[in-house]
Each structure stands twice: as C-alpha cells, then as structure tokens.
C-alpha cells in the first residue's frame, strides 16, 4: 500500500516586525510551524515502513512580495520576479521556518519524493537558484536526521511540478491558477519572461507586490479583508487605522496602482516564446508525466484567457478608469470655470457628474470569483482527457470533496494561509489546515480522504467536524466514492 499527502497553499512568508496591526498576520505567532511540525509526527508514525510521497500543491512559499515590507512603493524594491530577488525572498522564507524545514527533513529522509508543483505565488520555484536553494535546505534537514543518507539520493527525492504532477497511480495535482482570470499565465510551461525581466506576473501577483504587499492592515488571503463594501467602508477603515498616522492608504493604492498597470501593459509587449520553444516544454511536460503530447495540449486548453491581457480589465480592478474620469472631470470644470460665467461653469460640473454616473453604472465588473463554479466540469475533464479518478486543486482556499461524473473524485485541499477577517487578526476565517490522504494499491486509488488537523488531532474535515479518535487509521475501510459534498463556504481565494 502506497500513500499520497497533499498540502496546498501553506503561504509560508518572511517574518514581520512587531508594528502593531501592520501586517501582523505574517508576525512568528500566527506562523503553522507547530502544528505542521506535530502532524507530521503523526503521519510519519501512521504509515509505518509503507512507501509514500507529498505534495505540495502550489503556493507552498509566498514569493510575491517576499522582500518587501515598507508601505510606501517608492521605498520597496523593484520586484519583477527574476532569479536573485525570488531566490533571496526563498531563502528568507527557509530560514524563518527553521522548525518547519526540520519536519520536511524528516519527511524527505523517509519518502520516496517530495513534490512541488509551481502555483501562482510561488511561481519563483521556476527559477535553478530558487530549486538548489530549496533542496539544500531540505537535504541539509534530511542528513541532520539520518548523516548516512546520500546526498545525491536526497536531492534526488525532491522534484519540481511546473503546472501539474501526476503520481502514477491515479491521482492528478494541480493548484489551478490557470483556471482563474487573475491568476493566470499565458503558459504555465514558460514562466519566464524572454524580455530578461523576470517573471511573467499575473494580475493578482503584480497586484500584491505593487499594491497590497504595502498596506498592511488588508490581509490578501481574506478577501473580505480589502474588499470593504464600497466607499463608506474603505473611509471607515482609513479614519481607524490610517487618520494621523505616517502611512498613507491613499497614496499606497495610488502609486501602487499606477506601477501595477504600468507592469501589466508593458509586459504585453514582452516577446512571446517561439513555437519551437513552446513545443519542446510541452514535450517534456507530457514525458514528466506519462502523457501524449496531445493530452497535454488538451489539459493546456482548459485554461482561461488571463485577466491582464486585457488593459481595460486591469484599469478597472484597479479603480484606475474612475480616476481617471474624475481628474478630467475637474480639469475640464476647472478651465471652464475660468473662462465663462458661473452657471455655464455648474451646468459642465452637473454633466460631468451625470456622465460619471452613468458610465459606473453602464461599465461591466469582473466577476473574479465566477471561475469557481466551473471547477468540477474543469477536474471532470481532466480526469476523462488522462484517465486519473482522482483530482486534487488547491488555490480556492475552499477545502472541498465531492463526486464527478463517471465515479471520480475532485478534492480541493484547502489553505494552511494565516487568514483573518480584521488587522488584529483577532477572527480568523479559515483555520481547518487541511489535506489529503490517498491510498493507492496495484496502480489505483483504494481511498482518497479530505482530513484536517484540528486540536493536535486528524480529523476528517467535515461541516460537523468529526474526528477520528486517537490512534485510528482514518481510511482505512473507508470507499473513497462514497463522497458527500462538503464545502466550506467561508474560504476566500488567494
């Protein structure tokens, strides 16, 4: 019997300074180490001598931002993504979660491989320096448990998923970014950008490196965090965190903004990958993963079209089109104030803001959270184009487990993010650190679990949070199609 552990979306960061609500959920006290450290002890005692590997499914370490914490953008560096800065900000990562390195060690002393597949904040892991550093850590973490162990042997173990991992025995791991509009890249294989410049960044990560990495008082794992209601709730945030401070919120956004849309409409222009080069990538993807190259290509066509290719999108996610109106607004009422009489000069002013009113209520927003609904015909077609009944995302932070269609299974893993709803970080929103177990025999799934870890105990992840007792191997017996839908509806995408 082999087994399978997939985590996703452990968001592991750089420590904060102690400033109060500023970023506090990223300060050491809100960091998993501990409980991931415990679980792993326990899994560790539950298979025994058995074979099995972990995933890490995607946004394992956040790199996007990963060096920057000053509120102003004119004092953070410039974070396009290339090879130093993300390596710097992993290795950063790595030595603050000494204690969670430690249990991966022991986890790569006795697995058969440790896999991680690339997500859409940990896209760095592309980079040769950002994987050797990753493996000396883990190698070094490794001997530290077993000196005999070889070095090249442990090295080995650990693999790099680009896009999607396939275990062999039936089960296909992929974050899911390429399914969500602004988080998507046109090319999950070719990250990089052929301009020397880095990544290439999705709307969302260009977003919190440019904008959220420097307001510290929104956490972007919480969507309700920043996403405050319209005007009346942002005014309401500024008067209790910002009003009288040194931090401008305005200017933050502002500047912010302006540089995101800069990035986002001069990386459109950067030079696409030959067809030579894209053909050769999805060559070796499909031999990485037991594929044709045409089921490759037809796992690539279900992705979405990315949000920033489009300027206009970008400009109004980013409120950029409604500055824009409004300061030509009061230029045009300006100048015609200063050349005709008053009444002329109210009746532009009243027409302006008819037009801006009118435009708001005419131009369409994105949706970003409709992708969501699609996501089991996406795990369904996956599992028909290879063949695999079981489906694992993550990148929702929505821990789910339900039935496809012709008896397969979509799970989604959930989030070990430091979630909260307020800076105080005093209502956390999604604290289930949950994962997945499958167990598979002669090349098949017998059970594939959506557990959680939950008062230093596993427990089936369920809306009535059931738990196993202590001691007890929790799939076995279990029929893994036997699926009752159980999603958390409180989650919030990264």
């Not at 300006?334 to 008819?354: D, F, K, R, S």
């Not at 017998?446 to 738990?467: E, K, N, V």
Request: charged share 20%; aromatic share 8%.
């Amino acid at each position: 019997m082999k087994h399978t552990f997939v985590f996703s979306d452990l968001h592991l960061a750089v420590e904060a300074p102690d400033q109060g609500v500023w970023m506090r959920f990223r300060q050491r006290r809100f960091f998993v180490d501990g409980d991931f450290c415990r679980l792993v002890d326990q899994l560790l005692a539950q298979v025994e001598d058995a074979p099995f590997e972990v995933v890490f499914n995607g946004d394992t370490f956040e790199l996007d931002g990963a060096n920057a914490y000053n509120h102003l953008a004119s004092e953070r560096p410039q974070d396009l993504g290339n090879e130093s800065s993300e390596a710097l900000g992993l290795d950063r990562i790595l030595r603050d979660h000494s204690d969670l390195v430690t249990a991966l060690g022991r986890l790569l002393a006795r697995a058969d491989r440790i896999v991680f597949v690339t997500g859409n904040h940990d896209l760095g892991l592309h980079w040769p320096t950002s994987r050797q550093i990753l493996r000396r850590h883990l190698v070094r973490a490794a001997r530290a448990v077993d000196a005999s162990l070889d070095p090249a042997a442990l090295r080995a173990r650990v693999v790099f998923a680009p896009w999607f991992h396939r275990t062999g025995d039936g089960v296909y791991v992929e974050h899911g970014q390429q399914y969500d509009p602004a988080s998507a890249t046109p090319d999950p294989l070719l990250p990089g950008r052929d301009d020397g410049r880095g990544l290439w960044q999705s709307f969302g990560s260009a977003g919190y490196r440019h904008v959220l990495g420097g307001i510290g008082t929104m956490n972007p794992h919480n969507n309700r965090s920043y996403l405050l209601g319209g005007v009346i709730g942002y005014l309401r945030h500024f008067f209790r965190y910002y009003l009288g401070r040194r931090r401008s919120l305005v200017r933050s956004w502002l500047v912010g903004s302006i540089r995101c849309a800069r990035h986002m409409i001069a990386q459109r222009r950067r030079p696409e990958p030959g067809t030579a080069a894209r053909w050769d990538e999805l060559a070796r993807q499909a031999g990485r993963a037991g594929l044709t190259t045409h089921q490759v290509r037809r796992l690539r066509g279900l992705g979405v079209r990315p949000l920033s290719d489009s300027p206009y999108a970008v400009l109004r996610e980013l409120w950029l089109d409604r500055v824009a109106l409004v300061t030509a607004a009061l230029v045009v009422t300006g100048a015609v104030a200063l050349v005709a009489p008053g009444w002329i000069a109210l009746v532009v002013m009243a027409l302006a803001l008819g037009g801006l009113i009118t435009y708001e209520r005419l131009a369409s927003d994105n949706d970003l959270d409709a992708y969501q609904d699609g996501l089991e015909g996406k795990a369904a077609r996956i599992a028909r184009v290879t063949g695999d009944p079981v489906v694992l995302f993550g990148h929702t932070h929505r821990p789910c487990r339900v039935r496809l269609p012709h008896g397969g299974t979509l799970i989604n893993t959930g989030s070990w993010a430091p979630s909260f709803a307020d800076p105080e970080c005093t209502r956390p929103v999604d604290s289930h650190r949950t994962f997945a177990w499958i167990r598979s025999a002669q090349g098949r799934p017998q059970s594939a679990t959506l557990l959680c870890w939950q008062d230093d105990r596993i427990a089936a992840f369920a809306p009535s949070g059931r738990d196993f007792s202590e001691g007890s191997r929790p799939l076995r017996g279990m029929n893994p199609f036997e699926l009752r839908t159980s999603c958390d509806a409180t989650g919030n995408q990264a």
